[in-house]
């Protein structure tokens, strides 16, 4: 890269030919166990410029794009990444996906991408007059057994989640759907297992002890997921005795220890 300027900004477009390469980038960075169509973000962001917006009810979807700015200048249509979230009216705002391209990594996108979507998070949360309390997102760990360049992608990606003020909530698996399941199969697919981050905003570190992580758990199930009380995923992710702690993000690029078999 000959330049280092990142430009980062919202598409209200549809037509935009950098959604697509978003799209694109979605599809290289995620399995399809983790996503959701892609064409469903781009009803999203054509739904902003389109329809009225019920504030006090709905969510406020945005998709932010990054790119260097001698790209931009060159019309040459690389794109350095996305981020894709929304804010949830009286609870959060929430990080759906953030994706960076690889020749893009260590260059500052992820942070830019994730300060900006902060930001914008906060103009909701004014709009409507509320609070920002947290900002939550979720990524995948991959299994302890999983070979040495996947660790060293996530170690990069928890100390990108630090370096933006993120913490670690640890000592809860938040399950959700497995998205590329198939409604003919015959057996329901393993749920993909997840870690949750939380960036404070407008309260401090101190407020988010064990109950009122649980609270949020709890919420983000019910709200993005639509699974409660009884729910297999719901119950799963918050088992009899679940303490969930704030820790700092990089601690969540410890492998985990799987537990010996033990020969009878």
Known sequence: MRSNRIIVW???DGNDPL?????DLYERTLAPEERIPWIWIEKAVEGRRHRKRNFRREWTKHLLLAACEEDLEASSGRLAGYAYGAYLPGFCGYLCYLGVAEWARRTGVGTRLMEQFFRVMVV?????????????WESRRPEPETGEAAWQLWTARVRLFQRVGGWWVEGVNFLTPNFAANDEEEEEPEPVPLQLF????????SAFDSERLRQIIARLQQTVYRRGPGDDLYEQT???GCQPQLRPALHAAQRPIKPAMVQL
């Open 10 to 12: 919202e598409t209200f």
């Open 19 to 23: 959604i697509q390469a978003a799209g």
């Open 124 to 136: 909701d949360a004014g709009e409507l007059g509320e609070p920002l309390p947290f900002v939550l």
């Open 198 to 205: 939380l960036r404070p905003m407008d309260e401090p570190v």
């Open 238 to 240: 918050l088992p009899p």
